[in-house]
């Protein structure tokens, strides 16, 4: 029996060479795919019909259950659990931004993760399985489905549960079918690929996804801290990622995304401010860009939580410090924390 291909992992390329059509097409089979979450029983308008037979013949049309929806009370948020067939859970996020009828999706691209960082929920999970390329498609296509009118999709975040980097086969892929305009027609510069730090993926992220923005959980300048936090810094330390980091920036010209959960009494001091001062003017002076800095409130990831929320007033302390030192950074603001949708929550329990 002929193995068939999920057809939303599939781009109208893809299709025409699985299925020997041409790419006309395939364009438009792949349109109604993501328009109707099917192909039409009959070939449409300037679609040959055995066009539609042979797509028919090599494609298959699996989907995600939506196990529950969870809106946040405190602000627009919208959390997703999955189903996959095989019964692996996983979860998503809505986020309102600025501009009204515009949303993100922050998308997961594993179950689980096999890092471990002691401030994220999905790191306690441990790593049960990659998500497939059509897996990651099918979370954006959901969120969509219940967008109130006009609304539409803008970006999508991979900051979800799991590695991306990790799984980098995947991501490149479904990346390449959202930002395609005969599917999801989301602008590649508005996806985001967030990692832990992993130097080789990093430096294929840059070939393979030139237009998308790259971004990096610093968790502490120090490297002993870091590691302390983040398990990957013994496998990778700062270094290298670092200098990963600044090829990226030289290939796609773009500045990298460093976002740095604060977490108090552990890397909130001034000491903390000023070595991620020096890393930032140290990766401008080597690299030619500066880094966006963005500070992350810590959020509970439940039973047995490790650390605590920085203070306000510490928070403020640790942005004058890095403000004294000509290093501008933001307040990133991560919502849904009351359903566990918020930065690091995700754990599809």
């Not at 792949?30 to 494609?59: D, F, K, M, N, Q």
């Not at 000023?274 to 500066?290: C, E, I, P, S, V």
Request: aromatic share 6%; glycine share 8%.
């Amino acid at each position: 029996m002929t193995e068939t291909a999920p057809l939303a992992a599939l781009t109208p390329a893809d299709l025409a060479t699985l299925a020997g059509i041409e790419l006309g097409d395939a364009r438009k089979l792949v349109s109604s795919y993501h328009r109707t979450g099917g192909l039409p029983r009959i070939a449409p308008a300037g679609v040959r019909r055995v066009a539609l037979e042979r797509a028919r013949a090599v494609t298959h049309t699996p989907a995600l259950t939506v196990e529950s929806r969870a809106a946040s009370a405190l602000d627009p948020f919208v959390k997703y659990a999955f189903a996959a067939p095989d019964g692996a859970r996983f979860e998503a996020v809505r986020i309102p931004l600025e501009r009204a009828g515009r949303y993100s999706v922050c998308v997961s691209s594993q179950v689980g993760c096999a890092l471990a960082c002691t401030f994220c929920a999905t790191g306690r999970m441990g790593l049960a399985r990659n998500l497939e390329p059509w897996e990651i498609v099918e979370q954006i296509r959901a969120v969509r489905a219940e967008l109130p009118a006009p609304g539409r999709v803008h970006g999508v975040v991979f900051q979800g549960m799991g590695e991306p980097l990790a799984n980098l086969a995947a991501v490149v892929q479904a990346a390449r079918v959202l930002s395609e305009p005969s599917a999801l027609a989301i602008d590649g510069r508005a996806v985001t690929v967030c990692t832990s730090g992993l130097p080789t993926g990093i430096r294929a992220l840059a070939r393979e996804l030139p237009a998308a923005r790259l971004g990096w959980s610093v968790g502490s300048a120090l490297e002993q801290t870091r590691a302390s936090l983040m398990p990957i810094e013994r496998a990778h330390p700062l270094r290298e990622v670092l200098a990963a980091m600044g090829e990226h920036a030289a290939l796609t010209r773009q500045s990298p995304m460093w976002a740095y959960t604060m977490l108090a009494g552990v890397n909130d001091g001034d000491d903390h401010a000023l070595a991620l001062a020096r890393l930032a003017h140290a990766f401008a002076d080597t690299y030619g860009r500066r880094p966006r800095v963005s500070l992350v409130a810590y959020n509970s990831i439940g039973p047995g939580d490790p650390y605590d929320r920085s203070s306000p007033e510490r928070e403020s302390r640790f942005r004058d410090v890095l403000s004294a030192e000509g290093v501008a950074a933001i307040r990133r603001y991560s919502g849904g924390s009351d359903v566990a949708a918020a930065c690091g929550q995700l754990a599809a329990g």
